[in-house]
């Protein structure tokens, strides 16, 4: 088994930054991929961003790309997520997942493992 604890999150202003992190624990051997969902109230979860443990690989949704920025520490078992220029429309629960897969697609259910989540809020 594999167990994801988010941190990071928050309340920030529009067109602030967060960082949120993502440390996985136990059999992290067997992690290739990992990514980043989220969830509004009253709206399915949604994808944000993925990486490949190994390569390094990643995929963005349209709504973030070229604000969020994912990334991660191997000898730390951590992946990151860089979030600037926030918008209200980024508040959600963030989830980290973890494929044991060598994958960057958006679709969860190639992902194994799952994080408690952690609340980002964006204030106008």
């Known amino acids: 088994q594999v167990q994801l604890v988010e941190s990071g999150g928050g309340l920030v202003q529009a067109g602030g930054s967060l960082r949120l992190s993502c440390a996985a624990s136990?059999?992290?051997?067997?992690?290739?991929?990992m990514g980043w969902f989220r969830q509004a109230p009253g709206k399915e979860r949604e994808f944000a961003a993925a990486i490949t443990w190994r390569g390094g690989s990643t995929n963005y949704a349209d709504s973030v790309q070229g604000r969020f920025t994912i990334s991660k520490d191997n000898a730390k078992n951590t992946v990151y997520l860089q979030m600037n220029s926030l918008k209200p429309e980024d508040t959600a629960v963030y989830y980290c997942?973890?494929?044991?897969?060598?994958?960057?697609?958006?679709?969860?259910?190639?992902?194994?493992?799952w994080g408690q989540g952690t609340q980002v809020t964006v204030a106008s």
């Open positions: 997942a973890a494929s044991r897969l060598s994958t960057v697609v958006p679709d969860p259910s190639v992902y194994d493992y």
């Open positions: 136990g059999r992290t051997f067997s992690i290739y991929g």
